[in-house]
């Protein structure tokens, strides 16, 4: 009769052994690449921000009826923003970029004018793309905000 062989020597222990570990090992992978890339887009309260938002269309409404209007151009990997419209703005303007899908892409600056009205930014990466553009007044009295399409040497409205 043949000897029983040991039971780490067959091959069934460690199919049945090997299964169960790669659900682990795949699990804590899951659980890892969530925790390094969670969702930051979502916000948590929705009622709040939703306030938010109402208050800030009375800024893009004062805005529009002081006829402000704006052109952006990137130009040498140079942000150009000029008034085309309303009473001459002449403090410095507060102007945001987000991207719409990379937060830590995004950025704000304070831009004043140079001696030809025109504001210029130098922003520290390229700027081609999807980009959300806002332009507030230096006392945030009035803002616009709107999607655009940024590539060198073409100009976009702000209105």
Avoid: C
């Avoid at 887009?41 to 109402?54: A, M, Q, R, S, T």
């Amino acid at each position: 009769m043949d000897t029983p062989t040991a039971w780490y020597k067959q091959f069934w222990p460690w199919f049945l052994i090997i299964l169960p570990l790669t659900v682990v090992a795949a699990s804590i992978a899951t659980l890892m690449i969530a925790a390094k890339y969670s969702d930051t887009v979502v916000v948590d309260d929705y009622y709040k921000k939703g306030k938010g938002i109402n208050q800030d269309k009375h800024r893009e409404q004062k805005a529009r009826a002081m006829g402000l209007q704006f052109s952006i151009m990137v130009k040498n990997n140079e942000i150009l923003i000029q008034q085309h419209g309303g009473t001459p703005y002449k403090a410095a303007l507060a102007v945001d970029f987000y991207h719409p899908t990379i937060e830590e892409k995004d950025f704000n600056v304070l831009a004043s004018a140079d001696g030809n009205s025109i504001y210029r930014i130098d922003p520290k990466q390229p700027l081609n793309g999807d980009w959300v553009v806002q332009i507030e007044g230096f006392d945030k009295s009035w803002r616009l905000k709107k999607r655009i399409t940024l590539k060198d040497g073409v100009e976009s409205w702000l209105n």
